[in-house]
């Protein structure tokens, strides 16, 4: 069973900075991705960005582009959301999710930012940005 448990929200003034975690247990091999959505009140989940495990991978929303960034560390299965300069705009709950890589023959394909394509979600962790 796979399980991904995030932790480092918290309430941070604009043009400040957080690290969200997000660790996943029960992949049984590593070409899996692991993505960054968030949930603002009132609005939908919207993708952030996400990272291939295998060979680090990445893709940011345009919102985020150039503030944030995303990393791993495979041998603790951990990817961690570095989130600079942020902006009231950023508050929202913060979920990871995972899931394998698709394959075709010989041709694969990473997720991407969009919900349907992760089975596997956390819990979510709170953002709060104040101005």
Same mark, same amino acid.
């Given at each position: 069973?796979?399980?991904?448990?995030? &932790? !480092?929200?918290?309430?941070?003034? *604009?043009?400040?900075?957080?690290?969200? %975690?997000?660790?996943?247990? !029960?992949? *049984?091999?590593? #070409?899996?991705?692991?993505?960054?959505? =968030?949930?603002?009140?009132? @609005? +939908?989940?919207e993708?952030? %960005?996400?990272?291939?495990? &295998?060979? /680090?991978?990445?893709?940011?929303?345009? %919102?985020? @582009?150039? =503030?944030?960034?995303? &990393?791993?560390? &495979? *041998? @603790?299965?951990?990817?961690?959301?570095?989130?600079?300069?942020? @902006?009231?705009? #950023?508050?929202?709950?913060?979920?990871?999710?995972?899931?394998?890589? =698709?394959?075709?023959?010989?041709?694969?394909?990473?997720?991407?930012?969009?919900?349907y +394509?992760?089975?596997?979600? !956390?819990? /979510?962790?709170?953002?709060?940005?104040? %101005?």
């Amino acid at each position: 069973e796979v399980q991904l448990v995030e &932790s !480092g929200g918290g309430l941070v003034q *604009a043009g400040g900075s957080l690290r969200l %975690s997000c660790t996943a247990t !029960g992949f *049984a091999r590593v #070409d899996y991705a692991i993505a960054w959505f =968030r949930q603002a009140p009132g @609005k +939908e989940r919207e993708g952030v %960005s996400r990272i291939s495990m &295998s060979d /680090g991978l990445t893709y940011y929303a345009t %919102s985020v @582009k150039g =503030r944030f960034t995303i &990393s791993r560390d &495979s *041998a @603790k299965n951990t990817v961690y959301l570095e989130m600079n300069s942020l @902006k009231p705009e #950023d508050t929202a709950v913060y979920y990871c999710a995972a899931d394998y890589y =698709r394959f075709m023959g010989t041709q694969r394909r990473i997720p991407m930012l969009e919900e349907y +394509e992760y089975n596997n979600w !956390g819990q /979510g962790t709170q953002v709060t940005v104040s %101005s």
